[in-house]
């Protein structure tokens, strides 16, 4: 198993499913709604779910979440709701530094290629962005 997969704490999808279920259909005094957006790191969404707790617009935006957590395959939950233990959700992967070698190596031979008019300066282009779009 790489770093990277050994790194990113997943979100259990049962447990966000329970949470927005639990929003949904709560007594009306207990303001249960937007208790999964904060489990699942959306700390914004769930204190406007809490505000507007007194309507029913909350507990129908839960159900909907719920079936729709509950409807999609696993790998496209755990792919929207991976996280990076010890950081931000929008922090960047680990990179592997071989790659970047390679990729160093491979645009100097193409800077080369372009300079000994092998290649025009559209091509280069076309292909340096190629290689930096593998790296990200």
């Known amino acids: ?62 159900a909907i979440e719920g079936v729709w957590m509950l409807t999609q395959p696993q790998e496209a939950f755990t792919n929207h709701w991976g996280q990076q233990v010890g950081s931000q959700a929008d922090a960047s992967p680990t990179i592997d530094p071989t790659r970047v070698n390679a990729l160093g190596v491979a645009l100097r031979e193409l800077d080369t290629l372009r300079q000994d008019g092998l290649i ?16 990200g």
């Open 120 to 135: 025009s300066e559209f091509e280069f282009e076309q292909k340096r962005r190629q290689l930096l779009e593998q790296i």
């Open 1 to 62: 198993m790489s770093r990277l997969a050994m790194s990113i704490e997943l979100r259990s999808r049962r447990i966000a499913v329970a949470l927005a279920w639990a929003g949904a259909l709560a007594p009306s005094p207990i303001p249960l709604s937007g208790l999964h957006k904060f489990y699942l790191g959306q700390p914004g969404w769930g204190i406007l779910y809490l505000l507007l707790s007194w309507t029913q617009i909350p507990r129908i935006a839960c």
